[in-house]
């Protein structure tokens, strides 16, 4: 099964937008990103905390380390569901992926792998099947951006950083599931309240221009994007899925290959963080 022109155009028009929502040059909506914040809090029936913005991941580190206990414990509590900010322990990346599909109850195994591959396409993120959590013994496709995956490296190569929720990172993917969401390949939206209202959060996140963020119970910090960055020339041929999801990486050869206000700067080649020469 394959898109109709349709189906296309309407894909075509939602990567469009979402890969305009995914760019370093996104202007900031500070107030909108607050209000998403907020309400995640509300969700998880925490007081809303005080929000501190900054210029990169490792300045959110030094404020971080600097308030130490003042900034509360890591979003979600032990008492309540995991929601939009994913894993509780700190020491493992906080990540809204496509387990928020299948807490929510949804999964792609019942939809065409062509008609995938043609969702996917435009959006630059490659299709796989997978048969692993989150939900143990499951088998059913995912999707995700070798762009997504290599910013992440870069950042977690830091070791100072601790694990940050998503925003901008999640919009180079989040637009596939919203695609698959719109032609009804996940059934009627108001079946899924909870997914809905979770993807809806991490989706406005990623078009209101914000970075990572790092939720607390008493302050949450968010990242503004980076300034620069250096990507690997795209590699998408028609409708078909990135050939082995090589393409679009961060790469740079003579210098780093992302780059934040404040100076803090990552070597990546080929997608893998570079220490130096």
């Avoid at 919203?178 to 209202?197: F, K, M």
């Avoid at 990135?242 to 206000?261: C, S, W």
């Amino acid at each position: 099964m394959r898109l109709n022109a349709e189906q296309a155009e309407l894909v075509t028009g939602l990567a469009r937008d979402w890969r305009a929502a995914a760019a370093v040059s996104r202007p900031l909506d500070r107030e909108a990103t607050e209000a998403v914040i907020r309400s995640v809090y509300e969700d998880l029936e925490t007081p809303a905390p005080r929000i501190a913005w900054v210029d990169s991941p490792r300045e959110a580190a030094r404020l971080l380390d600097d308030l130490g206990e003042r900034a509360g414990g890591v979003l979600p509590r032990k008492d309540q569901p995991q929601g939009i900010t994913g894993w509780a322990d700190p020491r493992h990346v906080i990540a809204i992926d496509a387990a928020l599909l299948h807490q929510a109850g949804f999964d792609l195994e019942d939809v065409d792998v062509d008609l995938l591959a043609d969702i996917a396409a435009p959006f630059g993120v490659t299709v796989h099947d997978w048969y692993a959590p989150p939900v143990e013994g499951a088998h059913g496709y995912e999707a995700d951006a070798r762009l997504r995956w290599s910013v992440r490296e870069a950042v977690r190569s830091d070791r100072s950083v601790p694990a940050p929720c998503e925003a901008w990172t999640a919009a180079t993917w989040v637009g596939f599931y919203d695609a698959v969401l719109r032609l009804g390949l996940l059934g009627p939206p108001e079946d899924a309240p909870g997914y809905v209202r979770y993807f809806g959060q991490i989706a406005d996140l990623g078009r209101c221009g914000a970075g990572w963020w790092w939720p607390r119970t008493d302050v949450c910090v968010v990242s503004r994007r980076p300034v620069l960055m250096s990507v690997e020339p795209e590699d998408v041929r028609g409708f078909q899925v990135i050939a082995r999801g090589e393409a679009h990486r961060l790469h740079r050869d003579d210098g780093p290959a992302l780059v934040f206000a404040d100076g803090s700067a990552y070597e990546v080649r080929h997608g893998i963080p570079h220490a130096g020469p």
